[in-house]
């Protein structure tokens, strides 16, 4: 359980999320403190305006009623509801929409401070963890903006109540403290005990979420369905599930069972009071007016009290949630552009040099790879070939800075990567990874994040009302692209041509081949102005003709330029000016393919087993 310390620590963050409401809407949060202003003060004068009906009311048993004193006071009592009720329903109204615009705030200053991150970050499950906490808080906090109005509402009026109540009697007030202290205490201490178990939990929550995805999802039904694993998912969920259910249940019966006692001790502070209000009324000491209004102040400061504690609970419960969300916020990347960047040369001069590089995955005692030392030529074409795991997709991220090395350094035309501005190096640099991602989105919109500075003003232009349906506005460099990585093929059997949805998440979704989604994954690569193209396994998936005719394309448009290529297949990696052949990390073998078969090494037993397969 968090220390009371890191509990009370947590409140700091309330001013910054007041802040971040500020910002997200000035006039509805004016708008929003005036109307909890106004409401805060209608309680204690409603009940004053009961007070004065009840003793007109017992004033006239004894002379003839004052009908139009009564009257006025009726009318301003229903007055007082009536206002109360459009308050209330304009209250809400407002922090509905303040909440909406909050919400979209967060989740779009989320998504960009995670964009900033590093690759390294992502692969971390520690980061995931908080990053899981901090999605839940764009939504879960919401509430919490509502009850913190709704505090500073009810601390007013319990300020005008008690006020009438130690006017009265000053005990009433002690006797008000003694029903609602102990009960205060109780619901903090469970409510940190709460938070504890959720923070504990965070790892097996999202073990959850992911059963409950690989059960019941489109891209994973095809081998659940194969191998009979819906049983299996399904009572490991269980399990994990009911395993939450029962620390969750101990917890909630134990609150359950100390929140009934210190109930009861409020309930026998609130009768104290009312058998003081009482002994004054018989006594003559006050009215049967003062009597209910007293009454009905104390039971209403009690509620107040409760609600504020609760309340209070409630907001240092969340403020520990809230906390995570600006950790998050918090969080720096370890690769950024350094404070005077050196400008990527355009052209490139010379190329890339690895001086005695070595990389370690965060967490890793292994070497990924070690000692590297190579060029990559200003219009040069290298292959990397080797087993799995012998670091050529290590090589290709260090190259596009996903990562920095952790011993020696990469040059660009003698310069360290390090100095360079770090969106110009990635944007002169297009990729496709052996795991490219495969967009739930239109055609168009596949290809055009390649480049979405060029592409946005065409994209965003689809979503107006009066959007066009042909292929009007589409970007030069978008056909171009679509046209040099043969996913032109695709269009004539797209129902909606360059406006189809891809994948089944949405309606009117078609899904693709994996040789299909990798076309698209290649126009994609082209869309950028890239000056060095790294290929990762870029034809896996297309049929032996289909590759072909992609490389003999990329052969023809990389003419010039730099580009690196990894690939399994001997068949392709020929096209290269160099070969260089990995083995642990290090490089072993550096030439062209027929030096490397007459230096009969790995490179050369490699291609002999692979072509052994087609004889």
Known sequence: MPPWKERASALRYLPRLLSFVWQTSKPLTIALGVLRLLRSVLPVTALWVGKLI???????????????????????????????????RGSQLVESLLGDLFSNRMSVKLMRHAATLDLQQFEDPDFYDQLERARRQTTARLGLLAQLFGMIQDFITLGTLAGALVAFNPWLVLLLIFAIVPGFLGETHFAALGYSLLFRRTPERRQLDYLRYVGASDETAKEVQLFGLAGWLADRYDELSHRFYLENRDLAVRRAFVGSLLAILGTLGYYGAYVLILIDTVSGAITVGSLTFLAASFSRSRDLVQRIFSSATDTLEQAMYLKDLFAFFE?????????????VPQPIATGFTFENVGFRYPGSERWAVRNLSFEIGRGERVALVGENGAGKTTITKLLARLYDPSEGRILLDGVDLREYKLEELRASIGVIFQDFVRFDMRFDENVGVGRIAESRDYLDSLHLPDAPTDDAGIPDRMKESVEDSLAESLLPRLPRGWQQMLGRRFEHGVDLSGGEWQKIALARAYMRD????????????????????????????????????????????????????????????????????????????????QAAGYA
């Open 530 to 609: 890239a000056q060095l193209l790294i290929l990762d396994e870029p034809t896996a998936a297309l049929d032996a003709r289909a590759e072909y005719e992609v490389f003999q394309r990329f052969s023809e448009l990389m003419r010039g330029r730099m580009a690196v290529l990894i690939s399994h297949r001997f068949s392709t990696v020929r096209m290269a000016d160099r070969i260089l052949v990995l083995q642990d990390g290090q490089i072993t073998e550096s030439g062209t393919h027929d030096e490397l078969i007459r230096s009969n090494g790995l490179y050369a037993e490699l291609f002999f087993m």
């Open 331 to 343: 969080m720096k990347p370890g690769i950024a552009s350094p404070e005077n960047p050196v400008p």
């Open 54 to 88: 009840v003793d007109t009311v017992v004033a006239s048993l004894d002379a003839p009623p004052d009908w139009d004193r009564l009257w006025t006071y009726v009318a301003i009592e229903l007055g007082l509801v009536v206002l109360g009720e459009l308050l209330a």
